[in-house]
């Protein structure tokens, strides 16, 4: 039956056992001792607690990690939301959107509607009415064909399906509106475009609390 010696675990310095060989060859290495795995991980766990710019969650990264990036995120999600929150350049707006805004607050006021806003759900709505609950999207031909690329287009459309979840989650009526037809800007097609998103502010203004929509409503 091997000797066994007390020691103090080199992490937690709770006293144990300890065969002496081990302890001599431990002292010979000049290695520390400690009095579980987990104590001996935890000890050799090079990374810091930091936390999340985005969401405040608490989480690990490694000392190089944190060299190296200027923000920390728990999760690419929080990136994208915390990015997307802060960025100030980028956009791309088509000419329909910016014709759209301009006709809407000309009908409406510069306090009716949001354009771009990712204060709700953390990403780019197009047109947002916070009195209605109303979100629209106008989506052009980059959200159905690949001009780009099929990886871009796939990046384009999991957005898309991300936005429609987060606001389905905060019970937002969603109007995704195809626009890829829209291959020039012509102010009688605009036109058709702009009538088809005053119609359904009227619809929704006429429908009052009484009508939500749990899913995206397709134009």
Known sequence: MPTLIDVNCHFCNKPFQQPLKLFNINLKRKCNNYCSLDCSNKAHDKSLQVTCDECGIS???TRAEIKNTKHNFCSKK???IYYNKHKKHGYRRSKLEIYIE???IETYGDQFAKFNDVS???SELDIFI???NLAFELNGIFHYEPIYGPDKLKYIQNN???KLQACIEKQISFCIIDTSSFRYFKESKADEFLNIVISIIKKKMEAGDRVELSQ???V
């Open 59 to 61: 989480f690990k990264k």
């Open 102 to 104: 301009k006709k809407l």
């Open 216 to 218: 995206a409503l397709y």
């Open 120 to 122: 709700m759900i953390g």
């Open 130 to 132: 916070p009195s209605l």
């Open 78 to 80: 929080c990136s994208g």
């Open 160 to 162: 898309d399906n991300r």
